[in-house]
């Protein structure tokens, strides 16, 4: 179903009179768009030629028109042209981009038909045009799609595309993380490098790693994952390690409020062939979570509430639905020694998880360098 902001209020189709000039044929609802509205944007409903073929939004009088002017020359026309537009009309504060594509494709159907068998041109043939708009307005609100014999040889297509946000750049040190079972992902429906990448998206692996395992190369990886982020088949979450340290967020609140993230909680961080996790043991857990406490301290001190809890996926689900967010360590260096190692990475914009990836090393490693190292601090956040 259509969000409101891009909720259609009328489908109207507008064509220039021989003699009466620019005017209103047919719109559903009937008399939505005043004399004065129509007066007012009229110039961009039926244009210049500078303007034909292009797609025109124009806000008046509190509404939003979309339209692609059209316009057919050829002799058998009156005045040697046909011109007319099938435009929407919107709330004048509603995002109209999703729509841009319908107006501009069907003003594609409806060329076609004229050129074909005169469809716009012929009396008869035209007024079925008030139906089609009726339909297309109830089933464009309803469902956001819509088909639409016209005849034996022509059917009308239409579906809204849903707008998403650019993904964020992916990592080679990031970790993707499927949102929904993977057993529901369908294959076929992707390219060859995802399909070769997704036995190794496994929630744990990162970036770096996927490619080296995969034998993909890794801009190949970075550019396959983004393109699933985008679709909102994974999410990305920081590298796991028992050395790791994570604190609670405001929305750890949601697992005592709300009862679908419970359920969904509860059956993603138990162990496998375990009786369910309890809520209590899930929620102490994460409360357990705090500012110099690793992951390994946690699991010292809850062995009773781990249990049942799959720590690993305990952390998982906490990322992905931000009930925590982890803490990590950046490395500045505060006076310029050449021995402490590349200097441009030890900025305090590179994590830990950036410079262990970048270098190959291991925390550990990094861990015991920085730690002999006097001209470097570690800042946490």
């Not at 009229?42 to 124009?58: D, M, R, S, W």
């Not at 981009?97 to 050129?115: D, Q, R």
């Not at 970790?175 to 369908?186: E, L, N």
Request: proline share 4%.
């Amino acid at each position: 179903m259509m969000g409101m902001t891009t909720r259609i209020e009328c489908i109207f189709f507008s064509e220039f009179h021989p003699t009466l000039g620019p005017k209103i044929t047919y719109q559903v609802p009937e008399e939505y768009i005043s004399r004065e509205l129509f007066d007012t944007v009229q110039v961009y409903i039926i244009t210049k030629p500078e303007l034909q073929n292009k797609l025109i939004t124009v806000t008046a009088m509190g509404k939003k028109l979309i339209g692609c002017p059209v316009c057919i020359e050829h002799k058998k026309y009156s005045r040697n042209a046909l011109l007319f537009n099938l435009g929407l009309v919107c709330d004048a504060q509603a995002n109209t981009c999703a729509l841009e594509p319908i107006v501009k494709k069907l003003s594609g159907y409806l060329t076609t038909l004229e050129l074909e068998s005169g469809f716009i041109s012929n009396e008869e043939s035209k007024q079925k045009l008030l139906s089609i708009m009726a339909t297309l307005l109830e089933e464009l609100n309803a469902t956001g799609a819509c088909t639409l014999p016209i005849d034996d040889s022509n059917t009308i297509h239409l579906k809204l595309i849903q707008l998403r946000k650019d993904p964020q750049v992916v990592q080679e040190y990031d970790v993707p993380v499927f949102t929904h079972c993977k057993d529901h992902f369908i294959k076929s429906q992707w390219d060859l490098t995802t399909q070769q990448i997704l036995p190794y998206i496994d929630g744990f692996r990162h970036i770096q790693k996927i490619s080296a395992e995969a034998d993909v190369e890794l801009n190949l990886v970075r550019i396959a994952v983004q393109n699933l982020l985008y679709y909102g088949v994974v999410t990305l979450v920081s590298i796991f390690q028992y050395s790791n340290v994570y604190c609670t967020t405001p929305k750890v609140q949601s697992l005592i409020d709300d009862k679908s993230i419970q359920e969904e909680c509860l059956n993603y961080v138990t162990k496998q062939g375990q009786k369910r996790a309890s809520l209590r043991d899930v929620f102490q857990l994460y409360c357990g979570l705090s500012p110099g406490t690793t992951v390994r301290d946690l699991c010292s001190r809850y062995s009773q509430q781990l249990h049942r809890v799959d720590e690993r996926r305990l952390i998982q689900f906490g990322l992905m639905k931000s009930l925590i967010r982890r803490l990590q360590k950046y490395p500045v260096k505060v006076i310029r020694d050449e021995r402490s190692g590349p200097p441009r990475l030890f900025t305090g914009c590179h994590s830990y998880d950036e410079i262990c990836c970048k270098t190959g090393i291991s925390y550990q490693e990094l861990d015991e360098r920085l730690e002999n190292d006097p001209n470097i601090v570690v800042c946490w956040k």
